[in-house]
């Protein structure tokens, strides 16, 4: 069973701007809040950015100003939008339930930033 899909990685360049998707499946996104977790080589993943049922968002420091997460609860769908790309940036990008439940990772999709 597919949970999660994100798409939407790719080779960006610094300063420039990409946007992330997260297909939910239904049942996941009526979990009450949703978020996006990176994971930079060597490095321990990280969460990103967070999103209530009801709109609320939270960001990590180090995204903070740059990036924003929204949801599209007719299309079960969770998007981050990554502005001011720098190349700390990347990394693989992962969403999930927030607390994660380790049954739904996926793929990840791969953002590379570099000039």
């Known amino acids: 069973q597919v949970h999660l899909v994100e798409s939407g990685g790719a080779l960006g360049q610094p300063g420039g701007s990409l946007r992330l998707s997260c297909a939910a499946s239904?049942?996941?996104?009526?979990?009450?809040?949703m978020g996006w977790f990176r994971q930079a080589p060597g490095k321990q993943r990280e969460v990103v950015a967070t999103?209530?049922?009801?709109?609320?968002?939270n960001y990590a420091d180090s995204v903070k100003g740059r990036f924003v997460i929204s949801r599209d609860n007719a299309k079960n769908t969770v998007y981050l939008q990554m502005n001011s790309l720098k190349s700390e940036d990347t990394a693989v990008y992962y969403c999930?339930?927030?607390?994660?439940?380790?049954?739904?990772w996926g793929q990840g999709t791969q953002v590379t930033v570099s000039s």
């Open positions: 999930n339930s927030i607390p994660f439940d380790r049954r739904y």
């Open positions: 239904a049942r996941i996104f009526s979990i009450n809040a």
């Open positions: 999103i209530t049922a009801g709109g609320s968002t």
